[in-house]
């Protein structure tokens, strides 16, 4: 076992599928590794009446599913139990603060809780508020703590996230609210800040003198799957960049922190957060595109377009794909774009961050020049095939000096004895051990929002700025290249458009 405190970690929405996809797989890996305290317990919070037995059961369909494992996951699921209550009705919170009590005292713990709010948003201040009312929401100085998990999305728009900002405050204290962005967690992610501030090569590079331009994409193959519902209100404008592609920049553009602890690599975040340059509402066509992928047939298979997904309004203009182009307005970044896009139903699921660094600036061989590749890449590999490329012009052999883009590449997978975690295991874990450093601070998520208003405004006052189609398996309406003012420069495609026969090949 390991130095962690005991505790309980409470989900709401236990019968949900984030519980069962993320959360519960999570722990359960983490318990597999020993990473969990010797005392510690699983409750899940529904309205469904269920037993405790009842959620092993449910719970046990979740886990895998061969005999091997059959003893871990039991004695996995003795950790757990399940109440049921009306998240929406204060009193029956008792219900919960006497089940807590009740193992506590089983096994002589501290009141020490975390709780996961695995729940649709409405329910946020509920929750909040019905452990405050049942005496479950406060630290004891030297005794016990609580946590908080806070799930996306964080609130609809700028004011939403504000007011509910200010609601969970009158519940918890800052340093007790964990407000989750799960890309954050991802390996790959942290390993931005090593790579710049534990190297001394990559530092004095990266700046407005050495970088051209910084392009972020995170696209997905699948469409929106049964979240119709959820989806058709929020778009990929909330969805994936008000939260997680803000993030990404957040860790690429940020000033050396002077430690790697929360509070300073979280002040870092603001600051970046603070310094993006605010796109106007007149702006917004010039600046954002949006799409939404239509139907297309792929090998064989007819992919519906998002209006016929279901939960969708037929004549819906939400968007299922983002493309932007913004500025930073500090000393490192003046004058650098940074392009960013997102979409669904795109050839393939990749997350990708790349560094164009500048031209050399006198070009002495003859060919050096044609090719946008004399831009230098560093492309960090999010997702999959996690690590690094660096795109770099060498000399093609024989005579003459042509010059022809040559790659170095490190990828993790080659890397013997190197598990890349969940971001779930991993911002689990630190949430246990009381490290907010990968979660998002108020002020943060705040200032994320003040950045998208404005698109969100426009596109809703000017309903005649397009929503340009696009047929699912293709990167995006053509209209995003024109974000790109410089003709010789084009997003990176990870891979080519999806034919009908369905191949791609890597470019
Ligand atoms: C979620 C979004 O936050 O992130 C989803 O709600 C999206 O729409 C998902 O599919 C992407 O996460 P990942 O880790 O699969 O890239």
Redesign the pocket.
Known sequence: MNHLEPHIIVIFGASGDLTKRKLIPALYDLYLQNLLPEKFFIVGVGRTELSDVGFREKMAGWLPNDSASADKIESFLQTTSYVSIDTGNADDYHILKDKLNELRAVADMPENYIYYLATPPVLYEKIAQGLTLAGINKDVEDESWKRIIIE??FGVDYQSAKDLNKKLMCYFKEAQIYRI???LG?ETVQNILVMRFANGIFEPLWNRNYVHHVEIT?S?D?G?GG?GG??DK?G?LR??VQ??LLQLVGIVAMEPPIHAESKAIRNEMLKVMQSLRPIKEEEVPQFVIRGQYTGATLKGEHLPGYREEEGVTPESRTETYVAMKFFIDNWRWNGVPFYIRTG?RLPT?V?EIVIHFKKSPHHIFAYQHQSINTHNQLVIR??PDEGLLFKFGMKVPGTGFNVQTANMDFHYSEVQDMKITS?YERLLLDCMQGDSTLYIRGDAVEEAWAFVQPILDAWKNHPDIPVYGYPAGTWGPANADSLIEEPEITWRYPCKNLSNDGEYCEL
Do not use: F
């Open positions: 996306k999305p962005d799960h890309y991802k995170s997905e699948l929106i979240r959820y989806y929020a990929a969805d994936m939260n997680h669904k699921k997350t999010v997702q971001a």
